[in-house]
């Protein structure tokens, strides 16, 4: 088969790129040159059987550890090597695998922490002192209320963070993330340990997210989630990228089919 691999790459503005990407722990090559990328507004899914080198991959990305070799580029600039909040700072945002919330802040707080790291430092704080800094105190609560709202937490604003159920926790996660302003969002596992139900509102979510000008990278292991969700889909086996396409071809790829069998009990199904 020659055709497996769809390129989509060249018509798209890409926000994010990875070119060529390794990543060695000692004996092991976690990441054997991964290039991919993810278009403005796009919706982008990274998959892969067990060790294959996505969580790697959301690592590099997000400046939790440098990559070996290659280069990762956020709207065209260098943000391979850099520490993680200089990422966050270059406009890419992530959810984690785990709540990492404050259990003691309200849901409003937990937002307002977010915005807060985008407004330190700010033209109106500097230039128009205190009246300057209570405008914008103003404003960020606003948009952090609104934040709740698009997220399905309007309401939820003075429950504090351990009061909530984990689906609410994870809706709040992307709200936290979001009120940076992010240009692109990295999503890890956000269904695990979801209900049916739960994944709906998840899913609903997601595809709500490019109306905010966000590019999404969503890794997940839930594959209807991941069908239904994404534009485009990236997977991985091994640390190679052996395919990448719609879920209309990526559901039929042989190779993605091959990898999955080869990997019991992480099939696609649940
Ligand atoms: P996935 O998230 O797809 O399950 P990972 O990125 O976690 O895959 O792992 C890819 C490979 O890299 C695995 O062989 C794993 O054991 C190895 N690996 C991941 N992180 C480390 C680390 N910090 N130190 C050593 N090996 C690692
Ligand atoms: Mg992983």
Do not use: W
Not at 67 to 85: D, F, K, Q, S, V
Not at 238 to 257: H, M
Request: hydrophobic letters at 45%; glycine letters at 12%; one cysteine or more.
């Amino acid at each position: 088969m020659t055709t497996m691999q769809t390129d989509t790459r060249a018509p798209r503005a890409a926000l994010l790129t990875l070119d060529g990407v390794r990543k060695v722990f000692g004996g092991v090559t976690a990441l054997k040159g991964v290039s991919f990328d993810v278009g403005a507004r796009e919706v982008v899914g990274l998959i892969g059987p067990n060790g294959s080198g996505k969580s790697t991959c959301v690592n590099v990305i997000s400046g939790t550890m440098p990559p070996t070799a290659g280069e990762i580029r956020l709207g065209g600039t260098p943000i391979h090597g850099l520490p993680a909040n200089r990422v966050v700072a270059q406009g890419l945002a992530r959810t984690f695998q785990t709540t990492q919330m404050f259990e003691e802040f309200t849901a409003l707080d937990s937002v307002l922490v977010g915005a807060n790291l985008r407004y330190q430092g700010s033209v109106a704080t500097n230039v128009l002192g205190l009246a300057g800094a209570r405008a914008d105190a103003q404003r960020v609560r606003g948009e952090a209320l609104e934040l709740l709202d698009f997220v399905g937490l309007g309401g939820r604003g003075d429950v504090r963070v351990s009061m909530l159920s984990v689906c609410e926790q994870r809706l709040l996660m992307v709200a936290c993330a979001l009120a940076s302003r992010p240009a692109v969002l990295l999503m890890d596992e956000p269904a695990a340990g979801m209900v049916a139900s739960e994944r709906r509102v998840l899913s609903a979510l997601i595809r709500r997210l490019p109306e905010r000008d966000v590019s999404v990278m969503v890794i997940e292991h839930h594959m209807g989630l991941i069908m239904e969700v994404c534009q485009r889909i990236v997977v991985l086996n091994f640390g190679e990228k052996i395919a990448e396409g719609t879920p209309a071809e990526i559901r039929n790829n042989p190779a993605v089919i091959e990898a999955y069998l080869g990997h019991h009990g992480d099939a696609a199904s649940h």
